[in-house]
């Protein structure tokens, strides 16, 4: 959604030019390009403030590379200029025309935003608008109206700028030849940062809708703080103390003072707001290139790379469609350099990579006629290896699905061999208790600690609320690229349950590796993928269903795709647990409207996994054949 890459809070809304500061002089954007601001009147007479920095030198014509955004514009004023124009410094030497506008309800550009403003086809008049003809109109006006223009226009955007680059895509100006989506908000109900598969991502969206949901009397510079003092040591704490999430609307907190808030809480099923707002589905017919961008440690908005690409894909097979997957954080590609995340140490400049080798020449190709842009059409870096792979699609040809299956005593295998006549005996169990969640993160953080993600899970492991299943030690390395699933068959005392399921690699008890942070690395289990779902909704998005309790009931889980190989002499672990606190809201285990749940609605249950006889649990991972 916003750029959630530093911590503390304030941190999380810096604008993404500010994330690749560099060494270059201070004054480069002065010396060398002249700014503008202006109103521009779209179809239905609203005005977008939008900001233009056109090179000085007048020796050639230059495309426009354009931001929308709707976290400022700014700096604003004619003598305040941004230290930094574009995605990267090497975009800013090579001169094109930088735009930034407000969009439609934000800062200095008037009308009323809308949470992911759906789009309308076959616009009937003037007064029917969207993303899609707001930026439309801006690029018709700034072809016609900027001097020294060549009649080319890219857009690029990460998160939510991300979402209003996909927007640009149907029904697009014909002067846009170049998108780049980058991390976009794609689906917010099914997998990007409201919630995953139904369940509410809590931590990240009270934080973010105290700054970004605050409300507005017309343009502003400044929204004048947040909407609410939310002050804490212990994210944890606070929000187990805060109790039911209908709390969040208490007169100290959003106090129904934030419409997107309000709009999240009354939708909690995949309604008609939230349907409208999927944008995949308007990804017809598309004929300009694309570079969708991604990271595998992306906590916001990883499923909408990987699914805006495939939206593509699949609905316009013909388009130069192009996929980058880095060992990234939110927007982490935009910095300067990108060598080491967690424990991780990738052993390269891999931001650095990114800018160099893919965005400025793809940049540079469709809108300059400069040079050459023809890498393969996914370019995915493998953690395990760190290695740079290079595939003709995503997921590559070579994978075969594979079922690793969850066996008693923890054990995972490739095999399914089972006792029919046992399989009322062969089941793993915990108790879930609301008031006792099962936290995301190892350690205090008064925010979100953002290397989750690749934390070790001893800490999970050790409670009686988290079961485990591990393979034995791997006698070659094992490479899985692509979409996991996870097919497992439960049952409940309870008529509602989550559901989160981790991958994990398990280092060597005898491995001597140091971490980057100077840690002995042995026995370490890292986390490489995970996801929750929200039990009831295990049939339909649209149409939640209560669980039976003690009738055992498959489950089947969509986890976002890795590129990873697990070493020789590593072990493959499934961790499966029914809370993940509070990083994703509390399921009071009961079949009921959860946001105005009560404190007494919430029920600790028992729930069992079962994996033998006819009710073989198990993870489909999808195998690279070498």
Not at 107 to 118: K, Q, R
Not at 343 to 361: E, P, R
């Amino acid at each position: 959604m916003i750029q959630k890459i530093l911590i503390p809070l304030v941190a999380l809304f810096a604008p993404i030019w500010l994330l690749g500061q560099s060494s270059i002089n201070a004054d480069y954007v002065k010396n060398n390009f002249t700014k503008t601001e202006v109103t521009i009147s779209m179809r239905d007479g609203i005005k977008l403030y939008t900001v233009i920095y056109a090179p000085v030198d007048q020796s050639e014509k230059y495309p426009f590379l354009i931001e929308r955004t709707p976290y400022s514009a700014g700096p604003y004023g004619k003598e305040e200029y941004a230290r930094r124009l574009g995605p990267n410094t090497e975009l800013m030497k090579e001169k094109y025309i930088f735009v930034y506008q407000d969009v439609r309800g934000r800062y200095m550009s008037e009308g009323v935003n809308l949470e992911a403003t759906p789009y309308i086809p076959n616009k009937k008049n003037k007064n029917k608008v969207d993303e899609s003809s707001d930026t439309y109109d801006t690029v018709d006006w700034l072809i016609k109206n900027i001097a020294n223009n060549n009649g080319r226009a890219g857009l690029y955007g990460i998160s939510y700028p991300g979402f209003y680059a996909t927007a640009s895509l149907p029904g697009a100006h014909p002067a846009i030849k170049a998108v780049s989506p980058q991390a976009p908000v794609t689906d917010e109900f099914i997998g990007d940062d409201a919630n995953h598969n139904g369940a509410f991502f809590l931590l990240d969206n009270f934080d973010f809708m105290n700054y970004f949901g605050k409300e507005r009397n017309g343009p502003v510079k400044d929204y004048g703080g947040a909407v609410f003092n939310a002050s804490r040591k212990d994210a944890y704490q606070f929000f187990l103390d805060l109790g039911p999430i209908k709390n969040t609307q208490s007169p100290q907190y959003f106090n129904h003072k934030s419409y997107i808030w309000n709009e999240y809480l009354d939708h909690d099923t995949y309604d008609s707001y939230w349907q409208k707002r999927n944008i995949r589905q308007w990804l017809k017919n598309i004929t300009i290139p694309t570079l969708v961008v991604g990271g595998w440690f992306d906590a916001e908005d990883l499923f909408g790379s990987l699914h805006t690409y495939q939206a593509i894909e699949k609905n316009s097979p013909k388009n130069k469609n192009y996929l980058v997957m880095g060992p990234w954080t939110h927007g982490a590609w935009a910095r300067n350099g990108w060598d080491k995340f967690g424990t991780y140490n990738f052993g390269s400049n891999t931001s650095q990579y990114f800018q160099d080798s893919l965005q400025t020449k793809f940049f540079n190709y469709y809108l300059k006629d400069k040079a050459n842009f023809n890498p393969t059409e996914a370019t995915v870096f493998e953690t395990g290896t760190n290695e740079w792979k290079h595939y003709n699609h995503w997921p590559p040809d070579n994978v075969q699905y594979s079922a690793w299956y969850l066996k008693e005593n923890g054990l995972l295998s490739t095999e399914a061999k089972s006792n029919q006549k046992r399989a009322q005996d062969h089941y793993t169990e915990y108790v879930s208790n609301p008031a006792n969640p099962v936290p995301y993160t190892y350690g205090i953080y008064a925010r979100r600690n953002n290397e989750y993600m690749v934390e070790d899970q001893r800490f999970a492991a050790k409670r009686p609320d988290v079961i485990s299943f591990s393979s034995p030690s791997l006698t070659q390395n094992l490479t899985f690229a692509g979409p996991i699933t996870a097919d497992i068959f439960v049952s409940t005392t309870s008529t509602d349950a989550d559901f989160i399921v981790k991958i994990i690699d398990v280092l060597p008890d005898t491995s001597t590796e140091i971490s980057t942070k100077g840690l002995p690395m042995a026995g370490f289990q890292r986390l490489i993928r995970a996801e929750v779902f929200r039990g009831k909704f295990r049939n339909s998005y649209e149409r939640p269903v209560p669980f039976v309790p003690g009738k055992i009931t498959e489950v089947k889980i969509n986890l976002n795709d890795i590129a990873h190989t697990f070493l020789k002499g590593h072990k493959i672990m499934i961790q499966i647990q029914s809370s993940w606190f509070p990083l994703v809201d509390m399921n009071p285990q009961q079949f009921l409207h959860i946001p105005t749940a009560k404190e007494s609605d919430f029920k600790k249950a028992t729930i069992r996994i079962w994996h033998d006889g006819a009710y073989l649990s198990k993870i489909i991972f999808p195998q690279l054949e070498l």
